[in-house]
Structure formats: C-alpha cells, structure tokens
C-alpha cells in the first residue's frame, strides 16, 4: 500500500541523548516535512526538503536536523540541544502545495523525555 | 506572518445536528486551504482541498467555503455522527511550499 511509514510510534530519550526519528514514504513524493505538535498548539513546522540532498529550516528548527539521501526518507534526529523534545512528530509528504497537491501524513511518533 | 484561527476550540453536539466549523486566515495571499480531520494520537488525514480561485467544496456531507477576501473559511458537517467526532484542523498553503496551520476544533458528536 502506498503512504508514509514513521518508526517507532514509541521513543524515549534520556538527557543529553541524541535520538532519530524515521520516515519513509512510497508516493513518489518530491517534497518531505516534519511537524512537532504540542497540546494547543497546532501543528509547527521544523524542517521540510523539496528535493533530494536539499532541506530548509523551518520555524523551530534549533535543536533538530535532518538528511534527504533518498527522495524516500527523511529522518530526524531530535539532539541534546532541543531542551523540551516532548512532543507528536508528524512526518509528511507533497507534490508542489502551491499547485493543489494534498499533503499526506504519516501516523506520528510520541516522544518522551525521561 | 500569516496566522490562522479556529474558534471554536471544542464544540459538543447531539447527534444529527448540523453544524459549522470555523476557520480565519490573516494573509489572503493563499494558493488554497485545507480541511484536515486528526482521531486522537494519530497522523492528519486531507478531508477537503479548496484552491484560492474557487469558493466551495463538497464530500459527502461535508461542505468547505471560502472567502479568501475576508480571510475566511467554513466547515460544514451535516447530520453528525458519533464517528465524526475528532479534532479537524484547516491549513492553508502561503509562500512556496509551506502550510500553515490553525490549532483545531475538537468535535464530540454525542449519541
């Protein structure tokens, strides 16, 4: 079946760790994005790539990065410098938006900070 | 910066009412919005996609206007049904490739 894979659904980090968040996606899809999302918040972007070994910083970026190796994956290492990690990570992907494509997300992963 | 606003934050209904979701937007310059519905700890799912150059869109019983003037948009559900209940976040498409979201409506559509 075709859609966006995230793994684990399930992580937790210890201080100081550095933990990495997966996405893969079968839809053929040029553009990939991360969005963390608290209670209240909506959702916040933090990186997104529109093409292969390219990605931007979008608005909370700090304490995060990425890679796009592949035009299929899109992972996401939350690192030691991003002081509050607890949160949904939603992975998602997109032909261009600007042109009326609908953007598809995978099912998240919960992260925790113990 | 464009942001968007959905009031109300939760809404309670019985079921078979209809009922209208709310959404406003501060930059008219969009390319389109959308609707999305989000069943508690789980990914977004596209409900409704409307362009800048269109006024509404219709499935099943859902129903999106747009207004990209006054910066607004409606949800429209008819008949409500227990499973409808969720949150239902809009989204609009603003700059290159970017989405920006509103904090959602939290619906219970109650048997």
């Not at chain 1, 918040?41 to 608005?59: A, C, P």
């Not at chain 2, 009031?7 to 501060?26: D, Q, R």
């Amino acid at each position: 079946d075709g859609g966006i894979t995230q793994s684990p659904k399930y992580l937790f980090r210890k201080e100081g760790q550095n933990v990495t968040l997966s996405c893969e996606q079968n839809l053929n899809h040029d553009a990939m994005y991360w969005y963390r999302q608290d209670p209240g918040q909506g959702l916040r972007l933090i990186y997104y790539s529109q093409i292969v070994n390219d990605f931007q910083k979008g608005d909370i970026a700090e304490g995060y990065s990425v890679s796009r190796e592949k035009k299929e994956s899109f992972p996401l290492t939350v690192t030691s410098a991003q002081k509050n990690p607890t949160a949904f990570y939603l992975c998602a992907s997109s032909m261009s938006l600007s042109s009326g494509n609908t953007i598809y997300f995978g099912e998240g992963s919960w992260l925790t900070v113990v | 910066k464009q942001e968007v606003t959905q009031i109300p934050a939760a809404l309670s209904v019985p079921e078979g009412e209809n009922l209208v979701l709310n959404c406003s937007f501060t930059d008219s310059a969009i390319y389109n919005l959308q609707w999305f519905r989000q069943d508690p700890g789980k990914g977004l799912t596209s409900l409704l996609l409307i362009q800048s150059s269109q006024r509404e869109q219709t499935s099943g019983r859902l129903n999106a206007s747009l207004d990209k003037s006054s910066g607004r948009s409606t949800l429209y559900i008819a008949a409500s049904q227990p499973g409808d209940s969720a949150t239902y976040l809009c989204a609009v498409t603003h700059g290159a490739n970017n989405l920006f979201f509103g904090t959602g409506t939290r619906l219970t559509v109650i048997p």
